[in-house]
């Protein structure tokens, strides 16, 4: 990232960027919208495995369609397959991911716990996405790097996102941030309505796979990727794999 001056916060200059691009007019259209038809489609389908109805997996399937673009072939497929090859285990361990009555950190190690050792590798991301049935707007799907980035982007006290022990831990203290970064945000007069917010303003800023808007002025595109640490070339092929 950019050179501070030492008395500097770097929260000022993060809650800069993201008033920028959360009072931007395709906020909604590319960060939010999309992402809460998703998660509904998560939740009927929750919502047909604890009614013990079989379409279940039909629904998820649907979930895993259009317009998901959060998470990719490589996982989908395997995962896909498993579930509608063994319904009983992938049933009983989503009801477990799915439980409200537990805390979100049990809801996600249970899930894991539960998974067999021929269920394909499911990282703590895709975890994150089929948690989303829960409450899309409280519980959005992350990626470890971008995450990663805010946490040294913000001067937050840094941990290991991606690792693959403590699942439950890791996701429970990407929700403290993602509540710090709306804490921070009111503070500066930034009302950002939950943590689906966060996620969308984490993704704008901490990827280059988003360039500044050519409607900036050059001197605010530049000063952007000097916050962010772009290099002058970079090899960007987007989305961390989950």
Same mark, same amino acid.
């Given at each position: 990232m950019g050179q501070l001056q030492p008395d500097a916060n770097p929260w000022d200059? %993060? &809650?800069?960027? +993201?008033?920028?691009?959360?009072?931007?007019?395709?906020f909604e259209k590319w960060e939010r919208d999309y992402k809460i038809v998703i998660g509904s489609n998560l939740i009927q389908a929750r919502d047909a495995l604890f009614a013990g109805a079989d379409e279940w997996v039909d629904l998820l399937d649907k979930a895993f369609? #259009?317009?998901?673009?959060?998470?990719?072939?490589? %996982?989908? /497929? #395997?995962f896909k397959q498993w579930y509608r090859l063994d319904q009983d285990q992938a049933g009983s361990a989503l009801r477990v991911l799915w439980d409200t009555a537990l805390s979100a950190s049990d809801r996600i190690?249970? %899930?894991? +716990? !539960?998974?067999?050792?021929?269920?394909?590798?499911? #990282?703590?991301? *895709?975890?994150?996405?089929?948690?989303?049935?829960?409450?899309?707007? /409280?519980?959005p799907i992350f990626r470890p790097m971008f995450i990663e980035k805010a946490l040294s982007l913000?001067?937050? #006290?840094? %941990?290991q996102v991606s690792r693959r022990s403590d699942k439950g831990a890791v996701?429970?203290?990407? !929700?403290?941030f993602f509540d710090k970064v709306i804490e921070e945000a009111e503070v500066r007069g930034l009302h950002l309505r939950d943590r689906l917010d966060? /996620?969308?303003? &984490?993704?704008? &800023?901490?990827?280059?796979?988003y360039s500044p808007?050519?409607?900036?002025?050059? *001197?605010? /595109?530049?000063?952007?990727?000097?916050?962010?640490?772009?290099?002058?070339t970079t090899?960007?092929?987007? !989305?961390?794999?989950?």
């Open positions: 200059e %993060f &809650i800069k960027w +993201a008033r920028r691009f959360y009072e931007a007019s395709d369609g #259009p317009p998901n673009n959060l998470t990719n072939w490589r %996982f989908n /497929q #395997p190690d249970g %899930f894991v +716990a !539960l998974l067999p050792s021929e269920a394909p590798r499911v #990282p703590l991301a *895709a975890v994150s996405f089929l948690h989303m049935a829960v409450d899309p707007c /409280q519980y913000t001067g937050f #006290p840094r %941990f996701y429970e203290r990407v !929700l403290t966060v /996620q969308g303003i &984490i993704w704008r &800023i901490a990827t280059t796979k808007p050519s409607d900036w002025p050059e *001197a605010d /595109q530049r000063a952007f990727r000097a916050f962010r640490g772009d290099k002058e090899d960007d092929r987007g !989305l961390d794999p989950i």
